[in-house]
């Protein structure tokens, strides 16, 4: 028996061949046009093309006419996180899970939805529930590892990540998880895999393989670098970020923009005052310890971690309405100046709160928040902000080697060595500057390094800056079980370690030109770089 029009059409959307199946959505609106399905998969075509308003318009016209409930309001949960209307988001895949899905898409995009929202541990039993559904699917094995790996349950996530690459052995994203999730050794690694599938996927067109490469490049990298290997885990890493930037239209001169109007935005104008419930914020560069005083802090009885959270800087955004399409940009802050401060802060707090659920003091985390300094004192005049420093070498080569999400372009800087150095020394720049025009009490700078030498002494002045008591469960943070979505969701978990001190020492020869570029911009003296063994 032939199938439906609309049974094609989603088979035609699971291929990507969009132009076919907007056609037969077309073809049965045009026979019955109080359908609600082919308005339920017009909303995927625009939604998967990133037309998102679009997306919910056509979602709710579904709505309005028979189209299954529960399908089309976790569709468009996905376009609203898409949007960052989170706290309309949240509100739709609440009530898509009142009509008790069983589809295993569904239950699946509910699951990805509260992970987009920074909810892991509410997205994981709907995983749970998708693979349950669709064993058979890998995608779906994948997103499960994923949560399960920031949930902290490694055994789990590795399990996981195998089953998917049993049913689709060249997944990148599995593989490099895979190595993610457990330390290589000469005994136990996957390398021959990880080559293999560097092979074929460079018979792939370059546009196609570029994130494929990217990822399976840094899984061998990282593979690598376990086995005692550094110089030639550069040489892999070079390889799949030269094919990623490759496809890329980057200019090192937008990022010099952004440091610019930051740096524009500081000034004495802040108002007083403490408050109990005033947030914390923790900025920096990636892989320099945010996450590591992000785990200190909410392991106090009296503090929260919200994550990674974007609410500010969208907040600032609606309330200028500059043209960009980047959230982040140098119009925005340079616009800045315009903005209500007081209606910031109150809308950023009223967000967090209601989409989170957070009562009492919370932290915020978004390493990105950095270019935002002096306008969140200036919003939220009673928050504290902690920014994390680590020595510039280590700090270039740990941007380097991270593979960061590949959608996300304000971190493209990582692609390559010279530029990493060269958006150190801007980064550099602003904070100095912060340094010098904004209050010590409000803002301050922790090293690294210095929380590596002297935890305890390091914990109890972060929690006098924060007004917080000293509470000896900060000092076991890797025991603390809240979800970790960060790069150092493996790491965090563990006790304080300096094996990754002094890094960059490994591979100085690769590093030649970024230190060549950090020395002539006066960020490295003789005893920075003096060749002293490398840490074991």
């Not at 800045?336 to 709160?353: E, F, N, P």
């Not at 924060?466 to 469960?473: M, V």
Request: with cysteine; proline share 5%; hydrophobic share 40%.
């Amino acid at each position: 028996m032939p199938s439906s029009p609309l049974s094609q059409a989603r088979i035609l959307l699971a291929k990507q061949a969009y132009r076919e199946a907007h056609a037969l959505c077309l073809q049965a609106l045009q026979q019955d046009p109080d359908l609600g399905e082919p308005y339920v998969l017009l909303g995927v075509v625009a939604a998967d093309h990133h037309n998102h308003a679009k997306a919910i318009d056509l979602y709710d016209r579904a709505l309005a006419l028979d189209a299954e409930p529960a399908e089309t309001l976790a569709q468009k949960a996905r376009s609203l996180i898409a949007l960052n209307r989170r706290d309309q988001a949240l509100a739709c895949v609440e009530d898509a899970a009142t009509y008790q899905p069983t589809s295993a898409s569904t239950l699946d995009m509910i699951g990805v939805v509260f992970s987009r929202a920074g909810l892991h541990a509410l997205a994981l039993p709907w995983y749970e529930k998708a693979v349950a559904a669709a064993p058979q699917s890998a995608h779906h094995h994948y997103n499960l590892a994923v949560a399960l790996q920031f949930v902290g349950q490694m055994d789990k996530a590795r399990e996981a990540y195998e089953k998917c690459l049993s049913l689709a052995p060249t997944d990148t994203r599995a593989l490099t998880g895979l190595v993610q999730v457990s330390r290589q050794t000469v005994d136990g690694n996957h390398l021959d895999r990880l080559e293999a599938a560097y092979r074929e996927i460079s018979k792939r067109p370059p546009e196609q393989a570029a994130d494929a490469l990217l990822h399976i490049c840094h899984a061998i990298g990282k593979t690598l670098e376990d086995l005692g290997r550094p110089a030639e885990a550069m040489d892999w890493f070079a390889r799949g970020k030269a094919a990623k930037r490759a496809t890329l239209d980057y200019s090192f001169a937008q990022d010099q923009a952004l440091f610019t109007a930051a740096i524009a935005t500081a000034d004495h104008e802040l108002a007083e005052g403490v408050e109990p419930s005033a947030p914390i914020f923790i900025v920096g560069l990636p892989r320099t310890g945010t996450t590591l005083v992000d785990r200190i802090l909410s392991s106090h009885p009296d503090i929260t971690s919200a994550g990674e959270l974007s609410d500010f800087a969208l907040c600032l955004k609606r309330q200028l309405n500059t043209p960009s399409r980047f959230v982040l940009d140098a119009e925005t802050l340079t616009s800045s100046s315009r903005a209500d401060m007081g209606t910031l802060g109150r809308d950023y707090i009223r967000q967090v709160r209601a989409t989170l659920g957070i009562q009492g003091r919370f932290i915020d985390k978004m390493p990105l928040n950095a270019f935002y300094v002096p306008l969140i004192l200036k919003a939220l005049p009673k928050a504290r902000v902690i920014c994390l420093r680590r020595h510039p070498l280590d700090t270039v080569l740990s941007n380097y080697r991270q593979l960061f999400a590949t959608s996300f372009s304000y971190y493209n800087y990582a692609l390559d060595l010279e530029t990493a150095a060269r958006y150190y020394a801007g980064f550099d720049r602003i904070i100095a500057h912060f340094r010098d025009t904004l209050p010590s009490d409000r803002f301050t700078e922790v090293h690294y390094e210095g929380i590596i030498a002297n935890q305890e002494g390091e914990t109890r002045s972060l929690l006098a800056f924060c007004g917080l008591d000293f509470d000896p469960a900060c000092l076991s943070f890797h025991e603390n079980a809240a979800p970790v979505a960060t790069a150092s969701s493996v790491q965090v978990r563990k006790p304080l370690y300096s094996s990754s001190l002094g890094r960059w020492r490994k591979v100085a020869e690769q590093l030649a030109p970024a230190i060549a570029i950090l020395q002539e911009a006066g960020l490295l003296d003789e005893s920075d770089i003096e060749r002293d063994e490398p840490n074991p």
